[in-house]
């Protein structure tokens, strides 16, 4: 039958480096976001080319998979959270990261279907980071891998399993502090600390 089809221009995606301001994301409560400064320094860890394929695992509000998008090629953001991944969509519709592809589902499973990685952003592992991480090593054994971590444990666990398995390894651990307004002064107030472990095949 007769039909028509309106088709309208995307809109242009604007041109970051690395380290988009928090505030151009929407947020939302009980959605966990990488903060500018962890982004930022991820992004290098990472040393994306342009036609990198990136994995973005428990992506949250899309910003780190964002932050790839825009710098990189192929982009898959794995969220099993579906408010995440609405919020993650609005997101990336926002700052015009078309390359990225949101996918809801649980890792390691949701890892299967991916194209092989270059390079691996584990930010959220819902409790099943040795799994995902092993995983991360089978599927895509030549990529670039950081992962972030609050805790002891998840540092301890990826740090060894990483030279464990031949990787050369380096840990960082950031801390940032931001100012606020106080009546007339301004005080830092200090950010949760994070680690970065990141890893590359010799």
């Known amino acids: 039958p007769l039909s028509v089809m309106l088709a309208e221009k995307a809109p242009n995606r ?12 929407a947020r939302a409560e009980g959605i966990p976001m990488t903060k500018r400064e962890v982004r930022a320094v ?3 860890l990472l040393d994306v080319k342009e036609d990198s ?6 992506t949250g509000t899309g910003s780190v998979a ?4 825009l710098h990189t090629g192929a982009v898959y953001g794995i969220e099993q959270n579906e408010d995440a991944v609405s919020l993650a969509e609005e997101n990336r519709r ?4 078309w390359n990225l592809h949101l996918i809801r589902g649980h890792a390691p499973e949701a890892l299967n279907s991916l194209p092989e990685a270059d390079a691996v952003f584990v930010g959220g592992t819902g409790g099943n980071g040795r799994e995902i991480l092993r995983t991360v ?13 609050v805790t002891l444990e998840t540092l ?13 390894t380096e840990i960082l651990q950031l801390s940032a502090s931001r ?20 890893g590359k095949r010799p």
Request: glycine share 6%; net charge negative; proline share 5%.
């Open 14 to 25: 604007k041109e970051y480096l690395p380290g988009i301001p928090d505030t151009c994301f």
């Open 42 to 44: 991820a992004l290098s």
């Open 53 to 58: 394929v990136c994995w973005d695992i428990g």
């Open 66 to 69: 964002i932050e790839l998008a």
């Open 94 to 97: 926002a700052l015009g990261a």
């Open 137 to 149: 090593l089978e599927k895509s054994p030549k990529a670039s891998i950081c992962v972030t971590a």
């Open 156 to 168: 301890h666990m990826a740090s060894v399993l990483l030279e464990e398995e031949g990787y050369e």
């Open 179 to 198: 100012s606020r307004v106080v009546g007339r002064s301004h005080m830092m107030t200090a950010q949760n600390p994070i680690w970065l472990i990141s």
